[in-house]
């Protein structure tokens, strides 16, 4: 089975095309370009060196890269460059390198795949190879960031196991080196000024990978050539960010604790407003019942003394003075009618209007009761009754029925009287 080819595969696939990992290496320019004054054309190494990105750039530089990898595929990129590689194990090959022979040691993504023993035999020999104020650079995935520790680190089967930033920082120290710098890389720049953090951030946005930069001793006219260089904080660490978050989730939960508060306020508001409004309701409520209850007493009161008026009325009517007072009511209501005018044409008739005057007279009471009407329909007593002095009505067509019906039998009086 031929898998010569596949982890250069692998890398293009699941970690980053070639031009974007070389524009990456970049970052580490500001730590190298005063390097490359101090040591013009010096030797530089690079364990496991891929595909030659880093050569390339060192390159660039002025210096003498050479590298080493024990993966043939990824080593035919550098080939078809011309870059100077090798083949073999890296580690063993820094052994062989004499003393403050290079100005750079290089090992991007290589320590999370070797042992701790290499590892420490890494930071020791490259030590001892570097000239003064060389450097060692060693780049890593970040296991600060969740997402990587849990799950991209392992997507990787060569990997051995994560390497905190903690413990490789402490290394160079423990070693020797002058100062130690960890450089936290590739996240995203929007992180750095966004104010909504979210818990997928605290999981996901930390750096993805990160570096420890050492520098082996020198002159102080040397080091401070990089002072501040390594004085500079770079990237997002799990700490910051988590920090970041919380503040926010802080200024959250106040926020929501200030409109808990004014939502419980106007809840109590409105309770207190409903509660008013139930009791003028209520009150309103009360003082209608009231009314409603006086009107319907009313209402009673009216139909009881309706009832009583009805039946005085009907007993009034079933008594023996209402109907011997029959009559008389029927003349007032002639004298009061239209049929007043047969009246007058009456009293035209002397001799007729004696003997009414003598019927009449008989009765004061009745006699004065009809002068009433007579006064009340018009009549003055000064004034004789005549043909061409009367407002009686221009026909008997014009008179009720009931006044045609006097006005008939008086016509059938007068008419025996003149017999």
Same mark, same amino acid.
């Given at each position: 089975?031929?898998?010569?080819?596949?982890?250069?595969?692998?890398?293009?696939?699941?970690?980053?095309?070639?031009?974007?990992?070389?524009?990456?290496?970049?970052?580490?320019?500001?730590?190298?370009?005063?390097?490359?004054?101090?040591?013009?054309?010096?030797?530089?190494?690079?364990?496991?060196?891929?595909?030659?990105?880093?050569?390339?750039?060192?390159?660039?530089?002025?210096?003498?890269?050479?590298?080493?990898?024990?993966?043939?595929?990824?080593?035919?990129?550098?080939?078809?460059?011309?870059?100077?590689?090798?083949?073999?194990?890296?580690?063993?090959?820094?052994?062989?390198?004499?003393?403050?022979?290079?100005?750079?040691?290089?090992?991007?993504?290589?320590?999370?795949?070797?042992?701790?023993?290499?590892?420490?035999?890494?930071?020791?020999?490259?030590?001892?190879?570097?000239?003064?104020?060389?450097?060692?650079?060693?780049?890593?995935?970040?296991?600060?960031?969740?997402?990587?520790?849990?799950?991209?680190?392992?997507?990787?089967?060569?990997?051995?196991?994560?390497?905190?930033?903690?413990?490789?920082?402490?290394?160079?120290?423990?070693?020797?080196?002058?100062?130690?710098?960890?450089?936290?890389?590739?996240?995203?720049?929007?992180?750095?000024?966004?104010?909504?953090?979210?818990?997928?951030?605290?999981?996901?946005?930390?750096?993805?990978?990160?570096?420890?930069?050492?520098?082996?001793?020198?002159?102080?006219?040397?080091?401070?050539?990089?002072?501040?260089?390594?004085?500079?904080?770079?990237?997002?660490?799990?700490?910051?960010?988590?920090?970041?978050?919380?503040?926010?989730?802080?200024?959250?939960?106040?926020?929501?604790?200030?409109?808990?508060?004014?939502?419980?306020?106007?809840?109590?508001?409105?309770?207190?407003?409903?509660?008013?409004?139930?009791?003028?309701?209520?009150?309103?409520?009360?003082?209608?019942?009231?009314?409603?209850?006086?009107?319907?007493?009313?209402?009673?009161?009216?139909?009881?003394?309706?009832?009583?008026?009805?039946?005085?009325?009907?007993?009034? /009517?079933?008594?023996?003075?209402?109907?011997?007072?029959?009559?008389?009511?029927?003349?007032?209501?002639?004298?009061?009618?239209?049929?007043?005018?047969?009246?007058?044409?009456?009293?035209?008739?002397?001799?007729?209007?004696?003997?009414?005057?003598?019927?009449?007279?008989?009765?004061?009471?009745?006699?004065?009761?009809?002068?009433?009407?007579?006064?009340?329909?018009?009549?003055?007593?000064?004034?004789?009754?005549?043909?061409?002095?009367?407002?009686?009505?221009?026909?008997?067509?014009?008179?009720?029925? /009931?006044?045609?019906?006097?006005?008939?039998?008086?016509?059938?009086?007068?008419?025996?009287?003149?017999?």
């Amino acid at each position: 089975m031929n898998l010569s080819g596949f982890y250069r595969a692998f890398e293009e696939r699941f970690y980053a095309p070639r031009s974007v990992i070389k524009t990456l290496r970049m970052q580490y320019l500001p730590y190298i370009s005063e390097l490359a004054k101090i040591y013009p054309g010096a030797a530089t190494f690079d364990l496991g060196c891929g595909r030659g990105e880093w050569l390339e750039l060192m390159q660039a530089q002025g210096f003498k890269p050479f590298g080493v990898d024990l993966d043939a595929g990824m080593l035919s990129a550098c080939q078809e460059l011309g870059l100077s590689v090798a083949k073999g194990d890296a580690i063993v090959y820094l052994q062989s390198l004499e003393d403050q022979s290079q100005a750079v040691i290089s090992a991007f993504h290589v320590v999370e795949h070797i042992e701790f023993e290499q590892l420490q035999t890494l930071v020791f020999e490259a030590l001892r190879v570097l000239k003064p104020g060389g450097l060692l650079i060693m780049e890593t995935p970040n296991p600060e960031n969740i997402e990587v520790a849990t799950r991209n680190f392992y997507l990787d089967p060569t990997h051995q196991r994560p390497v905190t930033p903690m413990l490789l920082g402490f290394l160079p120290e423990f070693h020797g080196f002058a100062r130690v710098a960890t450089v936290r890389l590739q996240e995203k720049s929007d992180i750095h000024t966004r104010e909504d953090i979210k818990l997928t951030d605290v999981l996901t946005a930390v750096s993805p990978d990160y570096a420890v930069v050492a520098q082996k001793s020198a002159s102080a006219e040397i080091l401070n050539l990089f002072s501040e260089v390594f004085s500079k904080r770079r990237g997002v660490d799990l700490h910051n960010l988590a920090n970041r978050f919380d503040h926010r989730l802080d200024d959250f939960m106040s926020a929501h604790h200030e409109t808990r508060k004014a939502v419980d306020h106007l809840r109590a508001d409105t309770e207190n407003a409903d509660h008013q409004l139930r009791a003028e309701i209520n009150r309103a409520e009360h003082q209608l019942r009231k009314e409603i209850d006086a009107i319907r007493s009313e209402i009673g009161n009216l139909n009881r003394n309706l009832a009583a008026a009805l039946q005085e009325n009907a007993d009034l /009517r079933r008594s023996i003075s209402w109907r011997i007072t029959a009559p008389l009511r029927g003349a007032v209501s002639f004298l009061r009618s239209p049929g007043s005018y047969t009246m007058a044409k009456v009293l035209q008739y002397p001799e007729l209007s004696d003997k009414i005057n003598r019927v009449i007279l008989k009765f004061p009471g009745l006699h004065q009761r009809l002068r009433s009407a007579a006064i009340q329909n018009g009549w003055s007593p000064e004034v004789h009754w005549s043909e061409e002095k009367t407002d009686a009505p221009a026909s008997i067509a014009d008179i009720s029925p /009931r006044a045609q019906a006097i006005h008939a039998s008086l016509v059938q009086e007068i008419a025996k009287l003149k017999s």
